[in-house]
């Protein structure tokens, strides 16, 4: 079984550790959401150096990251980002989105 999580590395910056897939994005997703919700600041920045695999839903579950911050007037950076990101991201057409032009 695959797992992905969460984890805080300092104020305002996580790192998602583990499988970015359709397995895992539901409760991670959560995760995120609800993080994003509680921080008092108006920027997050997610490390990916630990992320070992990643397919389109998570993707889509940083995309949505994105947007949810928007909304909120935050903003969100990705650091550390694997090229298979970049690939799928680019595939995908949502490397603006993401910040990854």
């Known amino acids: 079984m695959n797992v992905a999580s969460l984890v805080t590395v300092s104020q305002n910056e996580y790192a ?5 897939d359709n397995e895992t994005v539901p409760a991670l997703w959560k995760q995120l959401e609800s993080t994003i919700k509680s921080i008092k600041s108006k920027c997050i920045t997610l ?11 998570g993707v889509a ?10 909304k909120k007037q935050i903003t969100m950076t990705l650091k550390n980002v694997p090229d298979s990101i970049y690939k799928l991201a ?3 057409d949502v490397d603006g989105i993401l910040g990854l032009q």
């Open 16 to 20: 998602i550790q583990g499988s970015l």
């Open 47 to 57: 490390d990916l150096f630990s992320v070992e695999n990643i397919d389109t839903a």
């Open 61 to 70: 579950c940083l995309v949505n990251g994105c947007i949810y911050c928007n």
């Open 90 to 92: 680019k595939i995908s």
